[in-house]
Nanobody, 127 residues
Framework: QVQLVESGGGLVQAGGSLRLSCAAS????????MGWFRQAPGKERDFVAA????????NYADSVKGRFTISRDNAKNTVYLQMNSLEPEDTAVYYC????????????????????WGQGTQVTVSS
C-alpha cells in the first residue's frame, strides 16, 4: 500500500501561483512514477502532469504546458506541482497518484494505470 497526502491548495487570484505537495509513505517511493490529475465540478478527472521514477522524464497536459512544473524529491518521498499564471479554468480538486513501474524513465498519462490516489486538495482561482 502507498499512502498519499496532498497539501498546498487554496484560493488564489488569476495570475497567481500555488505549489502543491504530495507526501508518500508505505512503499519505496522511487519505484513509482507519479502523476497529478484534476477534477472540476461536473467534469471527469483529467490528466495534468506526470513524472518518471527517476524524475528525468515528464509530461504535461497541453492546457498547463509552460505554466505548471512537476518535480519530485525521492529522498523526501514527495512530488510537487508548481502552478504559475493560474487561470479560473484551473479551478478543481487536484489529486496525486502513484503508478508502479519497473522502468525508471517511464510514466503514464492514463488514470487507469495509477493504483494509489490521494484524497485531493482544492484549488480555486478567482477572476
Amino acid at each position: 500500500q502507498v499512502q498519499l497526502v496532498e497539501s498546498g491548495g487554496g484560493l488564489v487570484q488569476a495570475g497567481g501561483s500555488l505549489r502543491l505537495s504530495c507526501a508518500a509513505s508505505g512503499r519505496t517511493f522511487s519505484n513509482y512514477a507519479m502523476g497529478w490529475f484534476r477534477q472540476a465540478p461536473g467534469k471527469e478527472r483529467d490528466f495534468v502532469a506526470a513524472i518518471a521514477r527517476s524524475g528525468g522524464n515528464t509530461n504535461y497536459a497541453d492546457s498547463v504546458k509552460g505554466r505548471f512544473t512537476i518535480s519530485r524529491d525521492n529522498a523526501k518521498n514527495t512530488v510537487y506541482l508548481q502552478m504559475n499564471s493560474l487561470e479560473p479554468e484551473d479551478t478543481a480538486v487536484y489529486y496525486c497518484a502513484a503508478h508502479f513501474t519497473y522502468y525508471s524513465g517511464s510514466y503514464s498519462i492514463r488514470s487507469s494505470d495509477y493504483s494509489y490516489w490521494g484524497q485531493g486538495t482544492q484549488v480555486t482561482v478567482s477572476s
